[in-house]
């Protein structure tokens, strides 16, 4: 039982690790993500300071909005996109916390599987002495026995000589 629920935790600390892999690659694709659409929004900043009184009057109502709103919208992402890294960090903590208790639970298990091995192999080594001790014990029984069935027909075989004796 022990083994098995070692084989388990391995297997769960394995597929946690794997989890927790996947997700760091997901974080530098997003945080490469991230550094890009900050830089765009960088240059569009820099841009929409310096021209912006240029484009109102360069550019129709209608465009003027439609820039905005992209730009608008990519730093929305750029905030969801921080916000998923911070989400994600938090969760490869989390995992890694996991790891680390059931890390310590299987070493746990381990050494009281092996505490029970050493406890049975010396009670095992009991019950081979007691064992040995009752095979004595029979074995005494056993020449015992034979000795007596020898000397009792020893005992009718000198009855019988002697009832002859006597008969005669």
Same mark, same amino acid.
Not at 37 to 64: I, P, Y
Not at 76 to 97: N, P, S, Y
Not at 112 to 141: F, H
């Given at each position: 039982?022990?083994?098995?629920?070692?084989?388990?935790?391995?297997?769960?600390?394995?597929?946690?690790?794997?989890?927790?892999?996947?997700?760091? !690659?997901?974080?530098?694709?997003?945080?490469? *993500?991230?550094?890009?659409?900050?830089?765009?929004?960088?240059? *569009?900043?820099?841009?929409?300071?310096?021209?912006?009184?240029?484009?109102? !009057?360069?550019?129709?109502?209608?465009?003027?909005?439609?820039?905005?709103?992209?730009?608008?919208?990519?730093?929305?992402?750029?905030?969801?996109?921080?916000?998923?890294?911070?989400?994600?960090?938090?969760?490869?903590?989390?995992?890694?916390?996991?790891?680390?208790?059931?890390?310590? !639970?299987?070493?746990?298990?381990?050494?009281?599987? !092996?505490?029970?091995?050493?406890?049975?192999?010396?009670?095992?080594?009991?019950?081979?002495?007691?064992?040995?001790?009752?095979?004595?014990?029979?074995?005494?029984?056993?020449?015992?026995?034979?000795?007596?069935?020898?000397?009792?027909?020893?005992?009718?075989?000198?009855?019988?000589?002697?009832? *002859?004796?006597?008969?005669?």
């Amino acid at each position: 039982m022990a083994k098995q629920r070692v084989a388990s935790l391995t297997s769960e600390c394995t597929t946690m690790r794997a989890t927790l892999q996947e997700q760091e !690659d997901h974080l530098r694709a997003k945080k490469k *993500e991230c550094e890009v659409l900050r830089m765009n929004l960088a240059k *569009e900043t820099e841009w929409g300071v310096s021209s912006k009184q240029d484009c109102r !009057d360069q550019l129709h109502a209608a465009e003027f909005v439609k820039a905005e709103e992209l730009r608008a919208k990519k730093k929305r992402i750029a905030e969801d996109l921080h916000a998923q890294i911070a989400a994600t960090k938090t969760e490869q903590v989390e995992l890694r916390g996991r790891i680390v208790k059931l890390t310590d !639970d299987r070493d746990k298990e381990l050494h009281r599987a !092996d505490e029970l091995t050493a406890s049975l192999a010396s009670v095992l080594r009991k019950q081979a002495v007691k064992m040995i001790e009752w095979a004595k014990k029979l074995a005494d029984c056993v020449a015992a026995r034979s000795l007596e069935v020898k000397c009792k027909i020893r005992f009718e075989s000198d009855c019988d000589r002697l009832q *002859e004796q006597l008969k005669l």
